[in-house]
């Protein structure tokens, strides 16, 4: 059967749509929290506390919710999460229509628990997705929620934007219908094939044990550790231009659709990187495509640094998306296919770790290399950080296995089980 059956896989499809509808409210409430935070208190300082707490979890529960997946029934724990989810957002409904004085810490808590919440269910998601669909499915289902993942951001700026302005608790009550819905699809899935396979070793194991397994077992893969820190140092670089590109249409005084489209580039880019995604993977081995990721992003850095001129630098930051969701898939797919099933969740909550807490460090960094530099150097310092990535990661990948042995990452990675013991 055709890798493109993964659209008649009904399990597969009610995640998916399940999972769309679910990041679609949560990353439009996500843009409100801020707005709203700035409107009550005043403060961007507190709006940055509460930006801070939704990514803060990314750090430091990613090893438990990956041990949680390997462990524990994988359906059960997403709609735990989803129930946790609603409830989080009904209180944050109720909230935006009150006036309280203790608004900033309620809020604080609620977008850290509900970014907990989040965490645990992507990674019970990851392993689910193995579980649901066949291996030939694979790559076109990774790259449709690698799609998904991009278009919900790129939606979700506009809705969150669009809800508050019409009445500002209304993002949270579009978010909480989303949980609604997404249990709803949730509870339609066949959870007997969500099981965890369970580790041979974990039986008599102690729960630290677990948590450094994950740990352990990537350390050990030379591939995914170089490219985890590769994937870490190029999201720190991405916020500092993020940053950068606001600084300089600030200052420019251009019009704010303008730097709208500009900051839209990279997920329009990420659409079509992941909707190529697939069949070059099958192509190509993940090792080469990290290796022309590093390149290609070298030479989006030097566009923007290059040029003042946003038409110039939305297309760098086009092609900046693009390949990072190409990159991301064969990454991810070659995580997915090279380990072990009873690991799948520990080893996703370890490799999640460095890449997303570069997330809100590259924020914080680029307002003092900004400030320092100015916005012309800073954006050849990142393009010069680009080029040094890119030449040691080649290095690297290209020394990453002794002469006379072959790496798994050389060509398009196979299924390390025996026959008909996929999932």
């Known amino acids: 059967m055709k890798a493109d059956s993964v659209w008649k896989n009904r399990d597969f499809m009610l995640l998916w749509l399940g999972n769309g509808t679910s990041l679609l409210g949560t990353n439009s409430a996500r843009i409100a929290y801020p707005l709203l935070t700035l409107a009550e208190t005043g403060s961007p300082v507190a709006a940055g506390w509460v930006t801070f707490a939704g990514a803060l979890p990314n750090i430091l529960v990613q090893l438990p919710a990956g041990l949680n997946a390997d462990t524990r029934n994988r359906r059960r724990t997403m709609a735990v999460c989803q129930a946790g989810g609603l409830a989080t957002a009904a209180v944050m409904v109720t909230l935006g229509m009150l006036d309280v004085s203790w608004f900033l810490p309620a809020v604080i808590t609620l977008v850290f628990v509900e970014g907990c919440f989040l965490v645990f269910f992507q990674l019970a998601e990851t ?80 729960p630290s044990e677990g948590l450094r397994r994950g740990v352990t077992w990537l350390w050990h893969e030379p591939f995914l550790r170089i490219t985890n820190f590769l994937f870490g140092a190029t999201n720190m670089l991405w916020q500092c231009m993020i940053l950068l590109f606001i600084v300089s249409a600030t200052q420019d005084r251009q019009p704010t659709w303008v730097l709208g489209l500009l900051l839209a580039g990279s997920g329009i880019g990420g659409l079509v990187g992941a909707a190529a995604a697939a069949h070059l993977s099958a192509l190509f081995s993940a090792r080469r495509i990290v290796v022309l990721a590093l390149w290609g992003w070298t030479l989006c850095a030097t566009a923007v640094a290059a040029t003042g001129h946003p038409a110039v630098q939305g297309i760098a930051w086009f092609g900046i998306g693009g390949i990072g969701a190409l990159s991301g898939v064969a990454v991810g797919l070659y995580r997915v296919e090279a380990t072990p099933s009873p690991l799948l969740g520990q080893v996703s909550g370890a490799s999640g770790i460095l890449p997303n807490g570069a997330v809100p460090l590259g924020g914080l960094l680029a307002g003092y290399l900004l400030a320092a530099l100015g916005d012309t150097a800073t954006a050849w310092a990142l393009a010069g950080t680009m080029l040094a990535l890119a030449v040691t990661g080649t290095a690297l990948l290209t020394a990453m296995r002794p002469t006379g042995t072959r790496s798994p990452a050389e060509e398009p990675p196979k299924s390390p089980w025996p026959h008909g013991q996929s999932r």
Request: hydrophobic letters at 45%; aromatic letters at 6%.
């Open 127 to 206: 392993a689910a997705i193995r579980d649901v669909v066949r291996e030939d499915q694979r790559p076109t289902a990774l790259s449709l929620y690698e799609a998904q993942t991009h278009a919900t951001v790129l939606l979700s700026r506009a809705v969150g934007v669009v809800l508050y302005g019409v009445m500002r608790w209304l993002p949270f009550l579009a978010n909480l219908g989303s949980y609604a819905v997404a249990t709803l699809t949730l509870g339609m899935v066949d959870g007997r094939r969500m099981n965890p396979v369970g580790h041979p070793d974990t039986a008599d194991s102690p």
